[in-house]
C-alpha cells in the first residue's frame, strides 16, 4: 500500500536487503527460528557460533538475567550462554538449506576454534557449504575455546592477527569479520591486528563481561543455577553508549569495515551506530525481547529518517559523525549557560535540587511560583540540570565571539 | 460486606512509582494538611524498603490506615501533583495504602518518659488521637474522654466496604497502647465535668448530633438519621430498613449511606433525592461513582415536602420539582420550586442525611452561630489553657484535616505550657 524507500546496501561484496541483520545468538542457533527471522523480513542472519567435533558444549541452564526498573526489566540483558551445541555437519546442512531457501538473503557462519586445523577446517567446511560470510568469535566471554583457557582471543593483539591470519588464508575471497570484545585496554591495537591478519571487517562488538546481580537475602547470583552463578555477557540498550564508542574508535583510527552489534534496540540506535562508522547493524536482543516482528520499525524508522535527511541510501549515513568527535582537550570552549523555556517547565524543582547538590548553586528556585531560575553569573553550563528536566525544558545556550549555538538531546 | 477498592498490586504500585518526579518542595506533601512527605514514601515503594515508607508516613500521621482508603486525595495531594502537568497524577493515596496493606505499625518507638503532666482530651476521634500522640511524643500524658470507641467517625460510621473494621481497629489499638496515658468514658458535656489534674484541655467532640429535616411526618415510624444507620451497620448490625429507602441529601454522608444501604441488600431500591442537580453534589467523585457502582439512583432537584405514613409507619414523600437559580452564598446555584409540581414517590424508608450540627456543650467557651468553637490562630478557645479542634471548629471536614487541627494543637499546647516557639 506505501511506496517503500529501498534500504539496499552491499556488504562486503554481499547484497543486504537493509543493514539490519541477526547476529550468531539464540535467535539463529535453530533452523526453523532463523528461517522465520529471514521470513520476518530481516536481510541476514549469523548462524550461531559452531564448532568443531571434540569440543563438547555444555550449557547450563537456566541462562539469562536482566536488570532494569521495575517497568522496564530489560534494560541490560545477561547470559551465560555458550557456542551452539549443534555439531559442525548440522550447521552445515542449515547454511544449505536456508542459502536454498532465501537466495537473496546474507546466510553467515559463525566459528570458533583453538588450533590452527580446527579454524581452518571450520573456515573451509562451511565455505563450501556456501556460507556469504564467516564471522569469528575471538570473543566469548563465557569462557573462550581460544587456545588460552579463561582468556579471550581478541584480547592478545599477537594471537588475533595470528589466528585472523589463519582464517583468512583459508576463507580466500569469501569475506571474513572478527568479532572483537570491547573489554581490552586498547581497542585500536586490536583492531589493527585484525587488518594486519587480512580479515575484510570487524564486528564491534561482542556482549561485555558483568555481573548481573546478587540475591541480597541469599546471597547467590544472577543467574542463579542452583546456588551458584557465574559472569555474564551482557547485552541489550546498557551496553548502546559502549559500543558506539568503540565502534567510534576503530572507525577513526583503522580503516576497516564495521559490522555494528551491541546494544541497538531501534532504528535510531542503528542510525548512531552507522554514524560512527558502522557499515551494517546486528541484533540480537530486541528480537529475542519482542521478537522477528521489530523488523517492521527498524526498516520503516530508517526509510523515513532517510526521506526526512535527504539521503539516498543508507550508506550515505556511516560515518557521518566521525570528524565531529574529537578528545576532550581539541573542543571548543564556548560560554555556556543553561537556558529554561518557562512554557515548557512545569515546576517539579529537579534541576534546583541537582544544581543545589551536584553543580554549582546556579538555580535559584521562586517557591510560591515553582519556578527555577538561572543565575547566569554561577551558571557554568554544567548541563546537570538539562539532565533531569523530565520534559526537557532546558537546553544549553553556547557562545564564542556572538555566535550561537545550543546543546539539545533529541529523543 | 467486603471492601470495595483492592490494594495495588506490587507491579502497579513499581508503575506508579516510577511514574513519581520526586519533585524538589514538592507540592503535593504541601497540598496534604498533615503534610505527609510523600515523595519520600514513594522513594521508598521504589527502593523496596516498604517499612521505611510507612515508618516516613506515621511520622506524620497517626491515622494512616484510614487515610490510605479514605482520602478525598483529589482534593489535596493529588491536586497539587506536578505530574498532572505531563499526564495524570500520581495515584499517591493509593500508593500510602499499598505501604499500610504491607506493613504492620512501626513498634520499633523511641518515646520520652511520659512525666511532662497530664492533658484531658475530649473525643477519641481523628483530632483527639493525633493530638494525644503528638503531645505523648513530647513527654505528656494524653487522657482520652470518650464514652464510645476511640476511632471517631472512620471508626464507627465509614462503610466497612471503604474502610473495615479489623483494618481501623489496627490502628486505633497501636494508638492507644502506645500514646494514650488513659481512656475515661464518662460523659463530659462542660468544662466543669473535666475533673482532675490537668495542664490543658483539648476539645475535638466533632459534631455529634444530626440536623433534622423542618417538614411534616418526621416523627413518622420509618425516618432514620443516616450516622445512625451508619453506626448500626458498622457496628456489624442489620440496618432494619425496608425495600425502598429515599435518602435526602446531597453530601458524602446521603451518597455513603445509600451505598451502605444497597450493599446490604441489593434487592432494594436506594434512591438519593437532593434539591439540587449532578454537579452540586457535595460528595466526592469517588464516593458518587461507587454509589452509581452499586446501583443507587438520584433523584435531582426534588424538594422534599412532606413525609406520609400509614398508621404512624412511613408510606411515601411528597416532593416539589425544583429548577436551579442563581448561585447562593455556598457559591452552587440555588434550587427553586416550580409551582404546582408536587408528586409522591412511595417508599418504606426515609433516611435523612441534610448534615449535622454543634451540641450546645461547653457553654464556657465563646462560638460563632452555628455553635463552632471559635479559637485562635494557637487554636485557643476564649478560655486560658483550653484548646480546640476538628469538626467542632471546623464544621464537618475529613479525616486529614482533624489530624491537621490536633497536631497543631499539640504544639500550641506545649508553646503554651512551656514557652517558646
Known amino acids: 500500500m506505501y511506496k517503500k524507500k529501498d534500504l539496499s546496501i552491499d556488504f562486503l561484496g554481499i547484497h543486504l536487503d537493509s543493514p539490519f541483520v541477526l547476529s550468531a545468538a539464540p535467535p539463529t542457533d535453530e533452523l526453523e527460528i532463523a528461517y522465520n527471522g529471514l521470513k520476518a523480513g530481516w536481510a541476514g542472519v549469523i548462524l550461531k557460533t559452531t564448532s568443531v567435533e571434540g569440543n563438547p558444549v555444555e550449557l547450563k541452564y537456566p541462562m539469562m538475567s536482566s536488570f532494569g526498573p521495575m517497568h522496564k526489566k530489560v534494560v541490560g540483558l545477561g547470559n551465560i550462554d555458550l557456542i551452539s551445541a549443534y555439531h559442525i555437519d548440522e550447521v552445515e546442512r542449515r547454511v544449505k538449506a536456508l542459502k536454498k531457501a532465501f537466495p537473496n538473503k546474507m546466510i553467515a557462519a559463525s566459528i570458533m576454534g583453538a588450533t590452527k586445523e580446527q579454524w581452518q577446517t571450520l573456515v573451509w567446511r562451511l565455505k563450501k557449504a556456501g556460507a556469504d560470510l564467516i564471522e569469528c568469535s575471538f570473543s566469548c566471554p563465557q569462557g573462550s575455546m581460544g587456545e588460552e583457557p579463561g582468556k579471550m582471543l581478541a584480547q592478545s593483539v599477537e594471537a588475533t592477527e595470528k589466528v585472523t591470519r589463519w582464517v583468512k588464508e583459508a576463507a580466500g575471497d569469501t569475506p571474513v569479520l572478527i568479532k572483537i570484545t570491547p573489554q581490552v585496554t586498547d581497542i585500536v591495537e586490536v583492531a589493527k591486528a585484525v587488518k594486519r591478519g587480512g580479515a575484510d571487517g570487524i564486528t564491534a562488538s561482542n556482549t561485555v563481561p558483568s555481573l548481573l546481580g546478587i540475591d541480597i537475602k541469599t546471597f547467590e547470583p544472577y543467574p542463579n543455577v542452583f546456588g551458584k552463578g557465574a559472569y555474564s555477557g551482557l547485552s541489550g540498550p546498557a551496553i548502546k553508549p559502549l559500543t558506539l564508542r568503540t565502534i567510534a574508535e576503530i572507525a577513526k583510527n583503522v580503516d576497516i569495515v564495521i559490522s555494528g552489534n551491541g546494544g541497538a534496540f531501534n532504528w535510531r540506535d542503528a542510525v548512531e551506530f552507522m554514524a560512527v562508522g558502522a557499515s551494517n547493524v546486528q541484533f540480537c536482543t530486541l528480537p529475542m525481547h519482542y521478537g522477528f516482528r521489530t523488523i517492521r520499525d527498524l526498516k520503516d524508522g530508517l526509510a523515513h529518517y532517510l526521506m526526512d535527511m535527504g539521503f539516498n541510501s543508507p550508506m550515505d549515513i556511516v560515518g557521518k559523525a566521525l570528524p565531529n568527535i574529537e578528545p576532550q582537550e581539541e573542543l571548543p570552549a564556548p560560554i555556556t549557560k543553561a537556558e529554561i523555556n518557562e512554557d515548557k517547565c512545569i515546576g517539579c524543582g529537579l534541576c534546583y535540587a541537582a544544581c543545589s547538590d551536584g553543580g554549582h548553586l546556579a538555580i535559584e528556585w521562586d517557591s510560591n511560583k515553582r519556578r527555577p531560575h538561572v543565575n547566569e553569573d554561577k551558571c557554568v553550563g554544567c548541563a546537570m540540570c538539562m539532565q533531569v528536566c523530565p520534559v526537557d525544558a532546558i537546553r544549553m545556550k553556547e557562545k564564542i565571539d556572538g555566535q550561537l549555538h545550543y546543546f539539545v538531546e533529541e529523543r | ?421
Open chain 2, 1 to 421: 460486606m467486603e471492601e470495595i477498592e483492592k490494594t495495588l498490586t506490587k507491579e502497579q504500585a513499581l508503575i506508579e512509582a516510577e511514574r513519581c518526579l520526586y519533585c524538589y518542595d514538592a507540592p503535593c506533601e504541601k497540598a496534604c494538611p498533615a503534610h505527609v512527605p510523600i515523595p519520600e514514601f514513594i522513594q521508598s515503594i521504589r527502593s523496596g524498603d516498604l517499612r521505611g515508607g510507612r515508618e516516613i508516613i506515621e511520622e506524620a500521621h497517626p491515622l494512616i490506615e484510614s487515610c490510605g482508603r479514605i482520602c478525598p486525595e483529589e482534593s489535596f495531594c493529588q491536586s497539587a501533583c506536578t505530574r498532572a502537568q505531563i499526564d495524570s497524577p500520581i495515584k499517591i493515596r493509593e500508593l500510602h495504602r499499598y505501604i499500610t496493606d504491607h506493613t504492620d505499625p512501626a513498634e520499633n518507638l523511641e518515646l520520652p518518659p511520659a512525666n511532662k503532666g497530664k492533658i484531658a482530651i475530649i473525643g477519641g476521634g481523628p483530632a483527639g488521637l493525633a493530638c494525644a500522640r503528638e503531645l505523648r511524643r513530647m513527654g505528656y500524658e494524653p487522657v482520652v474522654f470518650e464514652k464510645k470507641q476511640l476511632g471517631g467517625v472512620p471508626a464507627q460510621e465509614i462503610s466497612p466496604t471503604r474502610f473495615p473494621r479489623e483494618i481501623e481497629q489496627k490502628e486505633v489499638k497501636f494508638l492507644h497502647q502506645y500514646f494514650i496515658t488513659d481512656v475515661k468514658d464518662g460523659k463530659v458535656k462542660s468544662l466543669s465535668d473535666i475533673k482532675g489534674d490537668y495542664k490543658a484541655i483539648f476539645i475535638a467532640t466533632g459534631l455529634i448530633n444530626e440536623l433534622d429535616l423542618d417538614i411534616p411526618g418526621v416523627s413518622l415510624s420509618g425516618v432514620h438519621h443516616a450516622r445512625e444507620i451508619l453506626r448500626r451497620v458498622k457496628a456489624g448490625n442489620n440496618s432494619g430498613l425496608g425495600k425502598r429507602i429515599g435518602v435526602i441529601g446531597g453530601g458524602n454522608v446521603a451518597v455513603e449511606v445509600a451505598s451502605v444501604l444497597m450493599l446490604e441488600d441489593p434487592k432494594r431500591d436506594v434512591e438519593v433525592i437532593y434539591r439540587r442537580g449532578l454537579k452540586e453534589l457535595k460528595a466526592f467523585k469517588k464516593e458518587i461513582e461507587e454509589a452509581i457502582d452499586v446501583g443507587v439512583t438520584f433523584q435531582f432537584l426534588a424538594i422534599p415536602k412532606e413525609i406520609k405514613g400509614e398508621n404512624g409507619k412511613v408510606s411515601g414523600i411528597v416532593v416539589t420539582r425544583a429548577h436551579l437559580g442563581e448561585p447562593d452564598e455556598s457559591g452552587r446555584r440555588h434550587p427553586e420550586p416550580i409551582p404546582n409540581s408536587n408528586f409522591f414517590i412511595p417508599l418504606s424508608d426515609v433516611v435523612i442525611a441534610i448534615g449535622q450540627k454543634a451540641s450546645d456543650f461547653f457553654p464556657e467557651v465563646e462560638k460563632d452561630r452555628k455553635g463552632l468553637i471559635k479559637v485562635n490562630d494557637d487554636m485557643m478557645t476564649s478560655v486560658k489553657g483550653v484548646f480546640a479542634g476538628g469538626d467542632i471548629v471546623r464544621g464537618a471536614s475529613t479525616v486529614v484535616e482533624s489530624v491537621a487541627d490536633g497536631k497543631k494543637a499539640a504544639k500550641a499546647i506545649v508553646k503554651f505550657l512551656e514557652g517558646g516557639e
